[in-house]
T-cell receptor, first 114, second 115 residues
Framework: SAVISQKPSRDICQRGTSLTIQCQVD?????MFWYRQQPGQSLTLIAT?????????ESGFVIDKFPISRPNLTFSTLTVSNMSPEDSSIYLC???????????FGQGTRLTVV | AQSVTQLGSHVSVSEGALVLLRCNYS??????LFWYVQYPNQGLQLLLK??????LVKGINGFEAEFKKSETSFHLTKPSAHMSDAAEYFC?????????????FGSGTQLTVLP
């Protein structure tokens, strides 16, 4: 398995502000992903974080709203920009290690926008 | 495009009874299949996975699942439920032909275990 540290674990933010979520892995991984879990819902993939290049976004998600960085093989950030109450969700980092078939998840960041 | 359907958003069983959580998939190629569990205020934990080896897969905490291609199903079972099994369970699929391990999740099943 992989040890994934995601920070912050939770936050309450004012609308119109931005929050940056960090994901740190204990070893090099090939793939890093960001998911959103809206209240009472399943997980939806936001984007694939690519090392040293722009992230690959899924339909319905754009870079201006969810800028992502991945400067190296063990670290990524997701920023939720210009937040509104509709952005209140759990945001989860997911990683896949070299040679593995399964994805591991961080504990998630529980975001509430007021 | 892949999709996953979990029948039953809520399932209740008595402690000691059989647990059966249903998952059906739709995929253009034989997929990889996963079951994850999410306890309250926690991230996701992998229970088990199917990656085209044995069709009966055993996971952690006494859970197992059987891949049935003819039925496009990957149902999760446990012979005897324990109170600690109460959680949300997600079935997920990924395309083994791709280079990524992006997952498509089902809508989830909330399992309640009654004393």
């Amino acid at each position: 398995s992989a040890v994934i540290s995601q920070k912050p674990s939770r936050d309450i933010c004012q609308r119109g502000t931005s929050l940056t979520i960090q994901c740190q892995v204990d070893s090099q991984v090939t793939m890093m992903f960001w998911y959103r879990q809206q209240p009472g819902q399943s997980l939806t993939l936001i984007a694939t974080a690519n090392q040293g290049s722009e992230a690959t976004y899924e339909s319905g998600f754009v870079i201006d709203k969810f800028p992502i960085s991945r400067p190296n093989l063990t670290f990524s950030t997701l920023t939720v920009s210009n937040m509104s109450p509709e952005d209140s969700s759990i945001y989860l980092c997911s990683v896949v290690r070299v040679g593995n078939t399964e994805a591991f998840f961080g504990q998630g960041t529980r975001l509430t926008v007021v | 495009a892949q999709s996953v359907t979990q029948l039953g958003s809520h399932v209740s069983v008595s402690e000691g009874a059989l647990v059966l959580l249903r998952c059906n998939y739709s995929s253009s190629v034989p997929p990889y299949l996963f079951w994850y569990v999410q306890y309250p205020n926690q991230g996701l934990q992998l229970l088990l996975k199917y990656t085209s080896a044995a069709t009966l897969v055993k996971g952690i905490n006494g859970f197992e699942a059987e891949f049935k291609k003819s039925e496009t199903s990957f149902h999760l079972t446990k012979p005897s439920a324990h109170m600690s099994d109460a959680a949300e369970y997600f079935c997920a699929v990924s395309d083994p032909g791709g280079s990524a391990r992006q997952l498509t999740f089902g809508s989830g099943t909330q399992l309640t275990v009654l004393p």
